[in-house]
C-alpha cells in the first residue's frame, strides 16, 4: 500500500501568518491527493480535492499544490477558526486509500 | 447532495459480534467506491477498506485484512463493517466515506468493554 508522510505533526503560529504543510507519498499518485480539516468531535471536512482544486464553499485562504510524490497544503493567513487537524489523503484506487498521520495546528 | 447516515453508537464485550451500518442517499450507490475509516481515540484516521457496490469489489488495507468485512446491499443503498469477534482495542469511531469525493457519515462510535 502507498505511504503518505506529513509533516510537521504540530505547528503554531500567530493569527495572519502563512503556513504551509507537506505530504510526500511512497510512489506516484498522479494528482489523486485531498487534504481534510478535522475538529475535535467531528467528521472531517474535504478542503481540496486533486492535488489543487478548492473545494466549494471553503475559503480561498487554503490552497494545495503539488502532483506525482510531493504535495503542500498552504494556509495564505492563518485565522482563529482553522485550529484544527489536518489530514492529507491519497486516493488512486489501485489500493486501499491511506491518511497522512495529521498535523495539528495551534493558534498562538 | 450526498448524504451518509450511520447506525448509532455500539457498547459490546470482548468475543461480542457487531455489524454497523452505513445508508446513503443523492448519488447512484453503485457506481462510487465507498469505505471505512477507524479513529481511535486521540488519534488519526486509518482507511479500513473500500467496496464497489456495482460488482463487490471489496479492497482492504493489510492492517485490517481478515479482522473485519465490509460488503454493501444495492436494494437499500447501505454499507456495512461487520466484526465476528470484538476486541477492546477495537473501541473507536468509524465512519463511512466516499474516499474521491470526499463525503463523509457523521461517525459511529463502538465501545468494547466487559
Known amino acids: 500500500d502507498i505511504q503518505m508522510t506529513q509533516s510537521p505533526s504540530t505547528l503554531s503560529a500567530p493569527v495572519g501568518d502563512r503556513v504551509t504543510i507537506t505530504c510526500r507519498a511512497s510512489?506516484?499518485?498522479?494528482?489523486?491527493l485531498a487534504w481534510y480539516q478535522q475538529k475535535p468531535g467531528k467528521a472531517p471536512k474535504l478542503l481540496i480535492y486533486?492535488?489543487?482544486s478548492l473545494e466549494s464553499g471553503v475559503p480561498s485562504r487554503f490552497s494545495g499544490s503539488g502532483f506525482g510524490t510531493d504535495f503542500t497544503l498552504t494556509i495564505t493567513s492563518l485565522q482563529p477558526d482553522d485550529s484544527a487537524t489536518f489530514y492529507c489523503?491519497?486516493?488512486?484506487?489501485?489500493?486501499?486509500?491511506?491518511f497522512g498521520q495529521g498535523t495539528k495546528v495551534e493558534i498562538k | 447532495e450526498a448524504q451518509l447516515v450511520q447506525s448509532g453508537a455500539e457498547v459490546k464485550k470482548p468475543g461480542e459480534s457487531l455489524k454497523i451500518s452505513c445508508k446513503v442517499s443523492?448519488?447512484?450507490?453503485?457506481?462510487?467506491?465507498i469505505g471505512w475509516v477507524r479513529q481511535m481515540p486521540g488519534k488519526g484516521l486509518e482507511w479500513m477498506g473500500i467496496?464497489?457496490?456495482?460488482?463487490?469489489?471489496?479492497k482492504y488495507s493489510p492492517s485490517f485484512q481478515g479482522q473485519v468485512t465490509i460488503s454493501a446491499d444495492k436494494s437499500i443503498s447501505t454499507v456495512y463493517l461487520q466484526w465476528t469477534s470484538l476486541k477492546a482495542s477495537d473501541t473507536a469511531i468509524y465512519y463511512c466515506?466516499?474516499?474521491?469525493?470526499?463525503?463523509w457519515g457523521q461517525g459511529t462510535l463502538v465501545t468494547v468493554s466487559s
Open positions: 443523492g448519488y447512484r450507490f453503485d457506481d462510487y467506491w
Open positions: 466515506a466516499r474516499p474521491v469525493d470526499g463525503d
Open positions: 486533486e492535488a489543487s
Open positions: 489523503q491519497q486516493y488512486d484506487l489501485f489500493s486501499v486509500p491511506t
Open positions: 467496496i464497489y457496490p456495482g460488482d463487490s469489489d471489496t
Open positions: 510512489q506516484s499518485i498522479n494528482k489523486y
